[in-house]
């Protein structure tokens, strides 16, 4: 049980987040003007990486704020966390 | 008339846990971002609007407690009549909704209060809250909203051992009967 | 027959307060304070029980949570009998009763005993090899395996004991109380520190508590009185909560860890009333501080399993602790020094010791020459070959080893005993460290693995970290601990300490016997009954991992883990496979520590409390009037309402009919409720919504349907707009939250841009709605200033309206194609509006229903319920929807997903009606769909979604999702079931009312 530091309310039990996926893929401004296969690889292609990953979360019971995280997927060291609209803070 | 029905939550009193219920009062979400609509909100209400998250200011009158960045939770400390009610909600709508500032929204039956008091309230809350409240205790006015057996919880530090805890109503009686099973075995 | 087995100075038991329990069914006394296991000492029974795989007679083995052995059923009652648990640990109690477990049909004759004499034959993996074939024979097999093997007997009826959960937040835990733990608690205390101490005995002390010996000394005092003293001094703290009777049972990451404490488990029967059994402690530390201790290690060689065999160290608490005897005649086998520490305890209480068979060369510690003082008998570098007895241990034959400790030498020495303590050196309990994601190293010199590196905020002090001296554990806590801490605690600095050390230090993981290996049994898991000759079998076999060879050979899986042989396995294998230790590695050590009871689990959410409920304002209407509920997530739903004897069918039908004839009313309270404010909620709508929102009048309701991005329908409501910039969201009832969350989603990370805030309502507002021909005379006589003509008021629009001066939404939209209106008022008055248009209603004959007629009801008309004639493989197109498409909207959630390659093929699954051809016959949902009978294997078209019978068209109707639907309008279908198969048409999914008459009717 991970404990989350939430950009806006601070340190809190895992179990007031939910998950949001991989983080950083915008969804794209014009869909209409994208083909079949540049669409899929927005809807469907997601990196699960062992190692360092860029993750969503949402503080759901909380503040109900989204942001993200720097998360080793190999050891769930939670390395930071940033707000939403913010670049990563790491390389 | 129409009649007023609530859960049912008596006054319980176990040893050094009362748990007691005050409705109706009136509560209201207040959502927005900017600055105007934050200065706009301390004037209608003669409250400076907290900003510091997990915070809270207080009147005679009312609470504003912070949930969001943009989102507060307003209520008043008594029972409040209808008339009452409907003017300040209307005052609020108009001067912040329509004005275009965010947005007002009467949630007065959305929640159900029930306040907590006495010695043993933490020792209650640490039955089903995963959330930390070594701090909390200690600080008046502060806010948290967390899950007190799995229902979402917004709880409210008024005074030393006296919490208001707000729970959604059709949550209420099933927590309200959960914490009498707890607190009837501390 | 019962020697006196009892010492009678013992600080520890109190020896004026008997109590009697039953064992086997026998009455027998023991003392408060004793375990059970020291009680059956006590009265000289050492067989408890039955090994599980050759069924030998087996003793007790340890003194705590490692035992292999003695584990018994306790309680016989079907709803609290507790199997698996280990008497070691027990309490014992007024009123006890426990029995043996894997023997039939008793401890002392167990008709599986003839297991042991086949066991050549029944070597590792047997139960794999031999019952693998024919497949078909298993069920005949696992019947006779179950009943011979298997442990204890689970409880048959409901856990009447109470079960508790905590969550604890504190700066410093502290696990285990031995003399390394309560230093460390005393230093975090002093210096402030919000601290919690946690042992699993009743007792906090540890092993020291009751180390009474000239060899060790703190201060001139010995180690046990300053150890006493310094417990003494911790009450003074209040930042330092001890719980004692809590073991750790899981450490987690983020130093989460999970502990049960135990409260009336060592009461008396009559005061566990009524009060909280277990108590399962949600800890989060900020620093774990873990002093668990070590596990003595037993020794392999032949026959080391028989009754009386006690790990030593377990013999000396028995004696310096419990004040029991576990023999009168006691021999030791040794390979290190803290043998003698129990010989010389022995001496003192009066014991005589045989002989220590010690494995090493003459040795000079302090300890030992101690002991050689009091002039014990002891056989330098020599082993014992086999042992005697079959119920309890009666001899131990003795042979020199050769140098090389492969083989043994010389002559026999046969010695008569009742008892064999024995040490292989000691195991650090390193299992948390590893659960919470340690990383363990290999220390050559004396075997052992030891924490190396954690991610976490965590330390191991004293010998759970590999350090077995005294002056070792005072030292290196100390420093440790104030490093850790950041502190700088003076207090043990200068601490005089006498502590024997050993010097001499040797160890053979297999010792050699004079007969051929093949013809002995060392025994390595006693619980799972595995030896030596297994695990050297499975590396014959070619398994080379340590988890594969535990797995096939069962090592360490029994319910103790094998704490007692996980290290003789390994290092079997890496002598056999010529590897090192180290590089091997070990299992993982899995949660939990030992094992939890499901009763501390699952905590208080039972009964009432397993689910929460979530109940709408005129719950207690629908109780009173003898609705059945449905579950609907977490809601409690009005089902159906009988009359008299109905059944739901009878019920259903009624309400159906009554709903369409005249009128009917329903709670639909549960709807989800988004309250969107904001001066770009039209253009927020226009991106969620597949249709257009722009240009919806202020005061109009429009239907809408939400898709996820990948176009496949997610949910659907009706929107009402409120004013200019206002609307009101409906959701379904099981989408509510879930629909919040994703538009707060795309709010706060697509659209930042957009002026929109969104509130749930969902309980603010109760929701009646009333439908049927004559729902506009009962909404007259309940608003009678409301204006109800279609042209002031048509369909799918608002008003504002007062009931009785509380403010109101009247909506008039319809789920059931019937003229309908929906009341949204405050909940508090929810219920009181109900019963108002009840009783307005009764004129009419106003019949209320469920969620079951509202389904029938809808299904006449065609309306999708989304996750129920969807599941989230549905387009609108496939729905037959295309209508509710926007085609001049730019883009909104879904869109350019309804034109890739899989959604345009023509083939997809589309929704459609179904009519059987005997009207009668009423399809089951689920029910695939083919379009063939003879074929095999035959293709399945699509399944029903959603069958009724319809009392308003007196016949069956159904809808479906069939592959190309849209094109087979018309076309006959079959149904096949288990006896018979239905025949179908397909046809168009609205059976009723197609023209929408009777929305103004």
């Not at chain 2, 006296?162 to 009686?173: A, C, G, Q, T």
């Not at chain 3, 014992?384 to 309890?392: Q, S």
């Not at chain 3, 030891?450 to 970290?465: F, H, M, R, T």
């Amino acid at each position: 049980m991970f404990l989350i530091n939430c950009p806006y309310c601070g340190e809190r039990d895992q179990s007031e987040f939910t998950a949001g996926g991989e983080a950083h893929i915008v969804r794209p401004k014009q869909p209409t003007e994208l083909s079949d296969d540049q669409w899929a690889e927005f809807l469907f292609m997601r990196k699960n990486i062992k190692g360092v990953q860029l993750e969503r979360w949402n503080h759901s019971h909380g503040c109900r704020k989204w942001f993200n995280m720097v998360r080793d997927t190999s050891n769930d060291r939670i390395h930071a966390v940033y707000k939403m609209g913010q670049k990563p803070p790491i390389e | 008339m129409l009649n007023f029905n609530n859960p049912v939550i008596d006054t319980k009193e176990y040893s050094e846990i009362r748990i007691s219920k005050t409705e109706p009062i009136l509560k209201m979400n207040l959502r927005g971002k900017n600055r105007d609509f934050i200065t706009k909100i301390g004037k209608e209400l003669s409250i400076i609007t907290p900003v510091d998250p997990n915070t809270s200011a207080s009147n005679e009158k009312l609470n504003l407690l912070w949930l969001s960045p943009d989102e507060w939770l307003l209520y008043s400390n008594h029972m409040i009549d209808l008339k009452d009610a409907n003017f300040l909600d209307d005052k609020l709508f108009n001067e912040i909704s329509k004005k275009k500032l965010g947005s007002v929204t009467n949630v007065s039956d959305h929640w159900i209060m029930i306040n907590l008091n006495g010695k043993k309230v933490f020792e209650l809350l640490s039955a089903g809250c995963p959330y930390n409240f070594n701090n909390f205790k200690n600080s008046k006015g502060a806010v948290t909203q967390t899950l007190f057996n799995h229902i979402d919880v917004i709880i409210h530090n008024k005074n030393v051992n006296d919490l208001n805890l707000f729970v959604r109503r059709s949550f209420s009686e099933h927590l309200f009967l959960w914490m009498n099973d707890a607190a009837s075995r501390i | 027959m019962t020697k006196n087995l009892r010492i009678t100075n013992n600080k520890f038991i109190d020896q004026t307060s008997r109590i009697s329990f039953k064992f086997d069914g026998k009455i027998l006394y023991g003392f408060k304070g004793d375990t059970l296991a020291s009680a059956l000492l006590a009265n000289n029974i050492h067989l408890v029980g039955r090994s599980f795989k050759y069924h030998r007679p087996r003793g007790i083995m340890a003194c705590g949570s490692e035992e292999p052995n003695a584990i018994v059923q306790v309680g016989k009652d079907a709803s609290m009998t507790e199997p698996n648990t280990r008497a070691t640990e027990i309490e014992l109690y007024e009123g006890l009763e426990a029995s043996s477990q894997n023997c039939w049909p008793s401890v002392n004759f167990d008709v599986g005993a003839i297991n042991n004499f086949f066991s050549p034959i029944i070597p590792a993996a047997f139960y794999y090899k031999t019952f693998m074939w024919p497949a078909n024979f298993w069920k005949l097999y696992e019947y006779f395996i179950r009943k011979s093997a298997g442990l204890g007997k689970s409880p048959t009826k409901p856990d009447k004991d109470i079960y508790d959960h905590r969550y604890l937040h504190c700066d410093v835990l502290v696990v285990g109380g031995g003399i390394s733990g309560i230093m460390a608690a005393k230093t975090a205390a002093k210096n402030n520190l919000n601290t919690v101490l946690i042992d699993d005995k009743n007792i906090l002390g540890g092993t020291t508590i009751f180390q009474q010996n000239e060899c060790f000394k703190i201060n001139n005092s010995y180690s046990n009185d300053w150890l006493k003293k310094e417990i003494d001094t911790l009450n003074s703290f209040k930042n330092l909560t001890i719980k004692t009777r809590t073991s750790l049972a899981a450490y987690h990451s983020y130093n989460y860890l999970l502990a049960k404490e135990n409260l009336t488990d060592h009461l008396d029967l009559n005061e566990k009333k009524d009060k909280i059994r277990q108590r399962l402690w949600k800890i989060r530390a900020k620093k774990v501080i873990i002093s668990t201790g070590a596990i003595e290690r037993p020794l392999i060689f032949n026959n080391n399993d028989r009754p009386g065999i006690i790990l030593s160290s377990s013999i000396k608490k028995y004696i310096d602790f419990y004040g029991v005897k576990c023999g009168q005649k006691i021999s030791l086998f040794t390979n290190n020094d803290s043998a003698y520490e129990t010989a010389i305890s022995l001496n003192s209480s009066g014991v005589s010791v045989n002989s220590v068979v010690d494995i090493r060369d003459k040795t000079n510690s302090l300890i030992v020459k101690q002991a050689e003082k009091l002039g014990i008998k002891i056989h330098w570098k020599s082993t014992i070959v086999n042992t005697n007895g079959y119920k309890k241990i009666n001899a131990i034959e003795i042979m020199k080893l050769s140098d090389d400790g492969t083989a043994v030498v010389g002559k026999k020495i046969n010695e008569k005993c009742d008892c064999l303590g024995i040490s292989g050196g000691w195991t650090p309990r390193v299992h948390l460290f590893t659960q919470s994601g340690g990383k363990l190293k290999f220390r050559d010199k004396d075997n052992v693995f030891v924490p190396d590196k954690s991610e976490l905020d965590q330390i191991s002090i004293g010998s759970c970290n590999g350090d077995f001296e005294l002056d070792e554990v005072i030292k290196n806590t100390v420093n440790l601990i104030n490093k850790f801490l950041k502190v700088n605690n003076s207090a043990y600095e200068n601490l005089e300490i006498i502590s024997s050390k050993e010097i001499d230090k040797k160890n053979i993981w297999l010792l050699p016997s004079d007969k051929p290996l093949g013809k002995t049994k060392p025994f390595l898991d006693f619980q799972n009954d595995s030896t030596a000759i297994d695990v050297k079998l499975a590396l014959r076999e070619g398994f080379k991992s340590i988890e594969h060879v535990k797995r096939y050979t069962t090592t360490g899986m029994a319910t103790d883990q094998g704490k007692l042989s996980n290290m003789h396995a390994l290092g079997i294998i890496a002598e056999t496979a010529g590897v090192k230790m180290g590089e091997l590695g070990t299992t993982t050590f899995r949660p939990p520590y030992t094992p939890l009871t499901f009763g501390a689990i699952v905590g208080r959410n039972v009964g009432e409390f397993f689910d929460i409920t979530r109940k709408t304002p005129m719950h207690d209407w629908h109780v009173e009037n003898k609705a059945e509920f449905e579950n609907v997530g977490q809601w409690k739903r009005a089902w159906y309402y009988p009359i008299e004897n109905e059944n739901m069918y009878e019920a259903v039908q009624r309400e159906s009919k009554a709903a369409r004839d005249s009128a009917g009313i329903l709670d639909a309270s549960t709807l989800g409720k988004i309250d969107i404010q904001g001066t770009d909620a039209s253009e927020f709508l226009n991106r969620v919504y597949t249709n257009a929102w722009s240009k919806l009048e202020i005061g109009k309701c429009r239907y809408g349907l939400m898709l996820n991005e990948d176009g496949m329908v997610y949910d659907d409501g009706v929107t009402t707009r409120l004013s200019e910039n206002h609307y009101l969201m409906t959701t379904t009832t099981g989408g509510a939250a879930n629909v919040l969350s994703k538009l707060e989603d795309y709010l706060q990370t697509e659209w930042p841009e957009l002026d929109v805030y969104l509130t749930s309502v969902t309980d603010h507002y109760g929701t009646i709605s009333i439908c049927g021909p004559n729902s506009k005379k009962i909404i007259s006589k309940v608003i009678p200033d409301l204006d109800l003509s279609d042209k002031e008021f048509p369909h799918m629009s608002y008003k504002n309206a007062l009931i009785d001066n509380i403010k109101c939404r009247i909506m008039r939209i319809s789920f059931t194609g019937e003229h309908s209106y929906e009341i949204n008022i405050q909940s508090s008055y929810a219920k009181s509006v109900w019963e108002k248009c009840f009783e307005a209603g009764k004129d009419f004959n106003i019949t209320p229903y469920g969620t079951e007629t509202m389904h029938l009801l809808r299904a006449e008309k065609g309306f999708i319920i989304a996750g129920q004639d969807t599941d989230g493989t549905m387009t609108p197109v496939d729905l037959q929807m295309d209508w509710i498409i926007s085609k001049k909207k730019y883009d909104f959630i879904g869109k350019r997903s309804l034109y890739r390659s899989d959604t345009i093929r023509e083939d997809r699954k589309q929704l459609v009606g179904l009519l059987t051809d005997d009207p009668k016959e009423i399809l089951e949902e689920g029910a695939q769909i083919v379009a063939e009978t003879n074929k095999q294997p035959v293709e399945m078209l699509g399944h029903v979604t959603s069958s009724y019978f319809s009392p308003n068209l007196n016949k069956s109707i159904a809808l479906a999702v069939i592959k190309n639907g849209k094109k087979l309008k018309g076309q006959k279908m079959f149904v096949p079931m288990k006896n018979k198969t239905i025949n179908v048409t397909i046809t168009d999914t609205v059976f009723l009312d197609k023209e929408n008459k009777r929305l103004n009717a």
